[in-house]
């Protein structure tokens, strides 16, 4: 167990990244435009769940590996961008049946999917993976052992943060496309918008250079 100091100097470190809007971000305010908040805090629920088996495989050393994989990683980053493109253009191509899901009468996007998404989203984040294997080690005492337990309460500490931080953008974008809705019209061009979003972040992250 690393000691509260160490918890204390990784929490502020981790709150002054993830608090600077960022991927995670922009995919959580592009799905609760698109989607409405359910969505999008959902979203932000499966990307924060992705961070824990990050962190399980920089403590088994697997992390390293892919991060130091050229080939590899550039992999893992544009199947993310790709699969972050594909929600894009679906938010546009439904972004009828989005405008109107808190009332209509279709059945909502299940719980599952929408956790689904946001895992995927995360786990293909090459950006995670980098701020971990350079930035984890040096909040670990190596001479107090349990390496691999450490690390994994530093994690733990993160996905906490991230998970606050970004369920705040993602209600503040549902709020804000509750107040869209009441407009049918304007709520089809915010959920075009949410998608828009999206596009542009997958692109953005797979010309972001070789090493993310």
Known sequence: MPPTATLAAFAFASFAIIVIPGPSVLFAVGRSISFGR????????????AIIPIVAAVA?????????????????KLAGAVYIV????????H??????????DAPPRSTFRMLGEGFLVGISN????????????????????????????LGVVFFL????????????AGLARGWFAKSPKRAERLSATGGVMLIGLGGV???TGNKG
Do not use: C
């Open 38 to 49: 359910r969505a999008g805090l959902l979203s932000v629920a499966g990307n924060a769940l």
């Open 60 to 76: 088994l050393g697997l992390g390293f590996i892919v991060a130091q994989s050229v080939v590899l990683f550039t992999a893992i």
């Open 86 to 93: 594909y929600l894009g253009v679906q938010a546009i191509r």
């Open 95 to 104: 972004r009828k049946d989005g405008s109107m899901e808190a009332a209509a």
């Open 126 to 153: 090459p950006k995670l993976l980098v701020f971990f294997v350079a930035v984890l080690p040096q909040f670990v005492n190596f001479h107090a052992g349990a390496i691999p337990l450490q690390m994994m309460v």
């Open 161 to 172: 943060i991230a998970l606050l931080s970004d369920s705040t953008w993602a209600i503040l």
């Open 205 to 207: 992250l797979a010309l």
